[in-house]
């Protein structure tokens, strides 16, 4: 499986969740839900079949690069986005999961990448897939807590109810945090295997350590309700561009170009 194969699945995933999508619309008939659940379920099928495909192909795990990263993003963020709905039934949620996936795989279609099957030493341990996954599923849960946040702020405008707005933004950045927690965790023991220390405070390590602890800050005022509710949306709004600038950003930075991360650009 290579780039030449990918634009079928773009169309084919992408034309599966839009299907989906405009089927949620029509006014509520279990019938037309139910298959539109299907149409989700067989679009993140088929980005998983190609996923797998690649992986089998480049003899390595598909997250060596951004482009790579982003497959997984788009794969995590509908799967959230599919049980948000489900649990919660709501279908901006959906709709919005499903949207920024399409973006990321289209992204990926005109931006295309070389799927080198080489592996620099450092990335060959048993710590890289692990420290890679949590990392992406603790970015695709925090994105869905900074919508709710913007939400949560539009609604406030409009002098309207918050309180489950609320709740679940925090109940998702609790989640959202573990895996950030779990990832730094990883990627010290990855660390220390590869080049000898925990840590060295890279600029990507710095980074992901002000991730953190934005995100522990908040917990931290929310739990003891030293932040009232529309300052809480703000930095949980304003937080996810913190960790876009971790993400991606700083691989643009100068000091990141002798990072040892910067195979990952």
């Known amino acids: 499986m290579t780039w030449l194969e990918y634009p079928i699945y773009v169309y084919l995933t992408s034309s ?3 299907a989906g999508l405009l ?5 509520k008939t279990y ?12 679009g993140i099928v088929s980005l998983g079949y190609f996923m797998t495909a690649l992986w089998i192909s480049l003899e390595r ?19 959230i986005g599919l049980i948000i709905y489900y649990r919660w039934k709501l279908r901006w949620m959906l709709v919005y999961t499903l949207l920024l996936s399409i973006l990321f795989l289209f992204i990926n279609y005109l931006n295309p990448d070389t799927f080198d099957k080489t592996l620099m030493p450092a990335l060959q341990s048993p710590w890289f897939v692990p420290h890679v996954v949590v990392y992406i599923i603790a970015y695709a849960l ?8 913007i939400k949560g702020l539009v609604l406030m405008r409009m002098k309207k109810q918050i309180t489950g ?5 925090d109940n998702i950045v609790y989640i959202g945090f573990a895996f950030l927690t779990f990832g730094l965790l990883f990627g010290a023991l990855w660390a220390k295997e590869a080049w000898g220390n925990y840590w060295t405070w890279d600029p990507k390590e710095t980074w992901a350590f002000l991730t953190w602890m934005v995100y522990l800050l908040y917990i931290h005022f929310r739990v003891r309700k030293r932040m009232n509710i529309n300052t809480a949306l703000w930095v949980l709004s304003l937080s996810f561009v913190i ?14 170009q002798s990072s ?5 650009s």
């Not at 019938?31 to 067989?42: D, E």
């Not at 993400?247 to 990141?256: I, Q």
């Not at 040892?260 to 990952?264: D, E, K, L, R, T």
Request: charged content about 5%.
């Open 243 to 256: 960790l876009l600038i971790c993400w991606f950003g700083v691989n643009y930075l100068p000091s990141t």
């Open 165 to 169: 707005t609320i709740n679940l933004a």
């Open 61 to 79: 795990p598909p997250f060596r690069t951004l482009a790579e990263t982003r497959l997984w993003y788009s794969m995590f963020l509908s799967v």
């Open 260 to 264: 040892i991360h910067v195979y990952s």
């Open 31 to 42: 019938r037309f839900h139910l298959l539109a659940g299907i149409l989700v379920i067989g």
């Open 16 to 18: 599966l969740w839009i």
């Open 23 to 27: 089927l949620l619309w029509i006014p």
């Open 142 to 149: 925090l994105a869905v807590s900074s919508l709710i946040g």
